[in-house]
Antibody, heavy 126, light 111 residues
Framework: QVQLVESGGGLVKPGGSLRLSCAAS????????MSWIRQAPGRGLEWVSY????????YYTDSVKGRFTISRDSAKNSLYLQMNSLRAEDTAVYYC???????????????????WGQGTTVTVSS | QSALTQPASVSGSPGQSITISCSGT?????????VSWYQQHPGKAPKLMIY???NRPSGVSNRFSGSKSGNTASLTISGLQAEDEADYYC???????????FGGGTKLTVL
């Protein structure tokens, strides 16, 4: 069945780095945009980043620009999030999700995230 | 990019209907029919309930419906059931440098 499984979370000190992975199965991974979304303890959902099916188009939320890097490997059906210069405010459950969108006039419009992983917990603390 | 605005909480009794609002701007909800809604039970991953304002994915109960008027989208749940108690989030495409925005979330309590 269609499934996303995240891994790589853990406890890291401020300023440290972590690499999250998301293994996809049950669908043609290379056909879909993919995204990372996070949820701080007791808080709401916050979109972090997404990457196009080819990997050529990438967007980040402002608070992670220059620190986080999203990437994908279609041969391994995997999505990644390299997180550097981590801060306490990056503490959250990180979810990967499959993105649904539509292309109009060569422009991609996101309209849903229809498959979500179970999440992996990142804790930034000294 | 500012988050979409949702009420912090709503409540209703079993069998009743409730509506959760999601207020945006002309840069997101008002200008695009790319609003989605997600249900999240405690400790669980979010689940897509509505996409493109009013479309239901396969397997989602028809008690869930979506609509939009101007800059505000709404999720209506009819015939409330105990299992509907959860957090609900709206999201939209947004015409900005960061193309995805979520609402702050609404906690639904079934009395």
């Amino acid at each position: 069945q269609v499934q996303l499984v995240e891994s790589g979370g853990g406890l890291v000190k401020p300023g440290g780095s972590l690499r999250l992975s998301c293994a996809a199965s049950g669908f043609t991974f290379s056909d879909y945009y993919m995204s990372w979304i996070r949820q701080a303890p007791g808080r709401g959902l916050e979109w972090v980043s997404y990457i196009s099916s080819s990997g050529s188009t990438i967007y980040y939320t402002d608070s992670v620009k220059g620190r986080f890097t999203i990437s994908r490997d279609s041969a391994k059906n995997s999505l990644y999030l390299q997180m550097n210069s981590l801060r306490a405010e990056d503490t959250a459950v990180y979810y990967c999700a499959r993105v649904r969108g539509t292309v109009t006039n060569h422009y991609y419009y996101y309209y849903a995230m229809d498959v979500w992983g179970q999440g992996t917990t990142v804790t930034v603390s000294s | 990019q500012s988050a979409l605005t949702q009420p912090a909480s709503v409540s209703g009794s079993p069998g009743q209907s409730i509506t959760i609002s999601c207020s945006g701007t002309s840069s997101d909800v008002g200008d695009y029919n790319y609003v989605s809604w997600y249900q999240q039970h405690p400790g669980k991953a979010p689940k897509l309930m509505i996409y493109e304002v009013s479309n239901r994915p396969s397997g989602v109960s028809n008690r869930f419906s979506g609509s939009k008027s101007g800059n505000t989208a709404s999720l209506t749940i009819s015939g409330l059931q105990a299992e509907d108690e959860a957090d609900y989030y709206c999201s939209s495409y947004t015409r900005s440098s960061t193309p995805v925005v979520f609402g702050g979330g609404t906690k639904l309590t079934v009395l």
